[in-house]
């Protein structure tokens, strides 16, 4: 005569023969709650507005010619701050895109508030437009600060350098398709004129350390190596100069796009059904149990 199962894989099989018994007696009530959480979580998509992406690839340019390379251990041995073309390069770059400085700039400069807030801008009082919630518990429209263009760019703006390509792909998000083209192609823009700005005014500072020690220096050798230093900063000034291959080459331009980028709401409706199916099996799991 066969001995019996032990106690305790015996119990096992009958935890899960329950189990698959109430999946078997449940399974209908289960499906049906997944189905209103579906239809639940689609309706809510349908509420929010599709949203465009505007991409750009950019190529970081690298530090200048060999003449002004060739100076640079020398104006760090003087203590002069060493040029922006170094400071140029992707990693900064991307740095530089992700800023709020330049966001703010961007904002201060150009009125983008109605293409990302659209029907909620106020353009009389230049502020968000207050919900009725809002308004049940006593909010007031603020005039939009430097503070909620930093983050509506965090929010919407994309930077990411790749190192196998040497290229930057930018991209930003609104609820326009023209939009977001042209905030992306004024964001470029901007930043590619505090890049300028930034190399002219070292170079002029330079500039100006280096006549002063010619002045000051009688020794011919060490004159004429400033003299060769000054001449550095004067190309790298022309450099920065020549607005369109300073900085960075635009590569792929933005342009419109001819879809939405977002919200993926049938992706959405989906992942929710699945979720409720799980919950909803759970709860009758744990209703067998008290």
């Known amino acids: 005569m066969d001995a019996p199962p032990p106690a305790g894989l015996q119990e096992d099989e009958n935890d899960l023969a329950k189990y698959v018994e109430i999946l078997r007696k449940e ?15 689609a309706a809510y998509m349908y509420t929010l507005p599709d949203t465009y992406r505007a991409t750009a690839v950019i190529k970081p340019e690298s530090s200048g010619s060999n003449q002004v390379g060739a100076g640079i251990s020398a104006l760090a041995s003087l203590g002069l701050p060493l040029p922006i073309s170094i400071a140029s390069r992707s990693e900064d770059l991307e740095v530089l895109l992700k800023s709020d400085d330049l966001a703010i700039r961007v904002f201060r400069k150009y009125d983008f508030w109605p293409i990302l807030l659209k029907d909620s801008y106020d353009p009389g009082t230049k502020s968000r437009k207050v919900g009725w919630l809002d308004r049940l518990f006593g909010g007031k429209a603020k005039p939009l600060s430097d503070w909620d263009a930093a983050r509506e760019v965090r929010l ?9 390509t040497g290229v930057m792909n ?26 300028q700005e930034e190399v002219l005014t070292r170079a002029n500072r330079n500039k100006q350390f ?10 011919p050798l060490t004159r004429e190596r400033l003299f060769a230093l000054y001449g550095s900063e004067v190309e790298r000034e022309m450099l920065a100069r020549n607005r369109e291959q300073f900085g960075f080459t635009i590569i792929d331009s933005p342009k419109v796009p001819d879809q ?25 799991v744990l209703r067998w149990k008290r």
Do not use: N
């Not at 939405?260 to 009758?284: D, N």
């Open 27 to 41: 399974w209908w009530k289960i499906a049906l709650f997944s189905l209103l959480v579906g239809a639940m979580a």
């Open 156 to 164: 919407r703006m994309r930077a990411v350098f790749d190192r196998k």
């Open 170 to 195: 930018v991209s930003f998000e609104s609820l326009s398709a023209e939009g977001s083209a042209t905030i992306l192609r004024s964001y470029l823009e901007e930043a590619k004129s505090r890049m």
């Open 210 to 219: 280096i006549q002063g020690e010619i002045t000051r220096t009688v020794d």
């Open 260 to 284: 939405k980028a977002g919200p993926r709401r049938s992706l959405f409706a989906q992942m929710a059904a699945i979720l409720a199916i799980f919950v909803g099996y759970l709860y009758f």
